[in-house]
């Protein structure tokens, strides 16, 4: 993890809680992330996990030592009602009661908080020192286990009613007749997020024992990754596999292009294949895409934020945004 | 045309441009249009169809004796860049140059001009009077000959970075193989439009010269409408046809309300199905958008604003949102 240099003494608290590990961070009126630690996210149940979370926040604070950050930001999974300041659910790590975050970290460090979702907090991060600086309309489209977007329009993230926008995972953009675990069939996510891609592999292999997929199946190293580089190489599974997620993400990036008219779109996450978004998707969104939603899309690149950092300088970001001091 | 009655005399002039008919009222501070009066378009060409709104604006004018409004809004179809005043392309009006609208109406009444297009003027409309009032995040789609959408995000239309964001009607959301004119296969406006099920009627009676549909082709007098009425009476072309229409337009709207988590949707434009909206696709939605996204959807509705009338309230709307006096 890299670390700046602490230029200030006026900071609030980065957190970035995943499925894995909390990163808490100091960060200046600048979004820099400073002194930046990973603890352990503790998931076996909800009061573990917010425990977990305070525990780890009080540890970093102790050995941070004064003086005290402004506020807390924190980045979350799942749902999250942003004005209320509570954690709705989470499907990945088990949030299954609303929990007020805010105020239990308002009642445990005299702090204000503020929280938002990962992805929210990805396209601040972006809109704070990423490609989308210069763009007041962008897309993050973040593809990993799952999918899912954050959406800015006039310098602004696009909330929805429910601060749910931006689910475009969910987009039925195909004709396959793949059924998604919401219901509907031939949605993007269970075609192109890394998760879907590694169920279908394993299903695949099942009746396929001599893909060269099926070892990295059974050691369980599978990876997006290897089906792109697999398919590559000629198997034909891992062939059938990454076309159709390439072809249902080409749909689903000319249909949010056409729907929102972007200057911008970027990637983020652990399963993008940057080979393709940079070469066959750019291409085909260009030549796809209505002309004039074409003309005013100036590029697609891949975030070029530190994928470790990028929650942390989010979270920051929203708390600065929360003090009014932005 | 219902006319409201003056009640000040600081206006603006609303103007809507349609392909058939010029609509122009004056609007009070209220945005309640008075004295509506209606003007054939001339859309010969591009040179008589700038005439003509001038033409049609200068008769109103005079007619309507002082005082001078203090601007003009006005809505027209195709794309419009509402920050350069300019009208840059309309397809079914034959705009091809980019017409500076904003500085001629200057030059020649002396008058601050705002415009937008017409789906974002309906949107504006909404959110004047309409069930957008009380909502900010809502989607209004218009089915007519093309389908296209207004969004609005906390009270905000979502422009993109071109004006151009909506393009609901070109977004990939079906099996289907029919092409549209825009290139790619399965979009929604080919499907679901009242254009798009009309050509669909048109090459499917070609082959079925027994379907009940046969003579409203010939004689010119087909509809969506009647393809809905037909489907219902047992015919198996028109049953066809407007089955495809509402499992595309299903999928579409499921598709905005996860990527948009909207308050509220609302239906505008001659070929909305009304039973169809209100029953069927309202099921569809509750049952198949995302838990959250649908909890946060408070209903789908069809617009309670006179037609006629929209294009209007949404202009004077633009002007006083111009003038900065909203």
């Given amino acids: 993890l890299s670390q700046g240099n602490e230029s200030s003494r006026d900071y ?16 200046n009126r600048d979004c820099v992330p400073l002194k930046v630690k990973r603890y352990a996210t503790d998931a076996r149940n909800q009061e573990a996990l917010i425990a977990g979370i305070m525990g780890s926040m009080e540890r970093y604070l102790a050995e941070a030592g004064p003086p005290a950050p402004r506020a807390v930001g924190m980045g979350l999974v799942g749902h999250v009602s942003v004005a209320e300041g509570v954690w709705e659910n989470a499907i990945n ?53 799952g999918i899912s977007a954050g959406l800015v329009s006039n310098g602004k993230i696009v909330t929805g009613a429910s601060n749910y926008a931006g689910e475009l995972g969910h ?18 996510e269970p075609l192109a997020s890394g998760g879907g891609m590694i169920e279908m592999a394993k299903k695949a292999v099942q009746s396929a024992r001599d893909s060269s997929l099926a070892r990295y199946v059974q050691d369980g190293s599978l990876h997006a990754g290897t089906i792109f580089r697999e398919a590559e190489k000629g198997d034909p599974i891992a062939g059938s596999i990454a076309e159709k997620a390439m072809s249902a993400l080409e749909n689903a990036v000319v249909n949010l292009v056409n729907l929102m008219n972007p200057s911008l779109v970027v990637f983020g996450g652990g399963a993008i294949e940057k080979d393709f978004i940079l070469n066959r998707l ?43 001091m932005t």
């Fill in 171 to 188: 987009m039925v953009c195909d004709g396959e007749e793949h059924v998604c675990k919401c219901g509907r069939k031939g949605c993007l």
């Fill in 12 to 27: 609030v608290l980065g957190v970035d809680v995943g499925g894995t590990n909390i990163h808490i961070g100091k960060a």
């Fill in 282 to 324: 750019t291409d085909f969104v260009y030549q796809n895409a209505l002309p004039v939603a074409a003309k005013g899309l100036q590029g697609i690149r891949i975030s070029a934020l530190d994928p470790s950092l990028v929650g942390l300088i989010g979270a920051s970001r929203a708390a600065w945004d929360g003090l009014g």
């Fill in 93 to 145: 790590i088990s949030v299954t009661r609303p929990v007020p975050l805010c105020a239990t970290i308002r009642a445990k460090f005299g702090l204000p908080a503020y929280i938002d979702n990962d992805v929210n907090m990805a396209a601040l991060a972006e809109m704070t020192f990423g490609a989308g600086k210069s763009h007041a309309d962008f897309a993050y489209i973040n593809i990993g286990t």
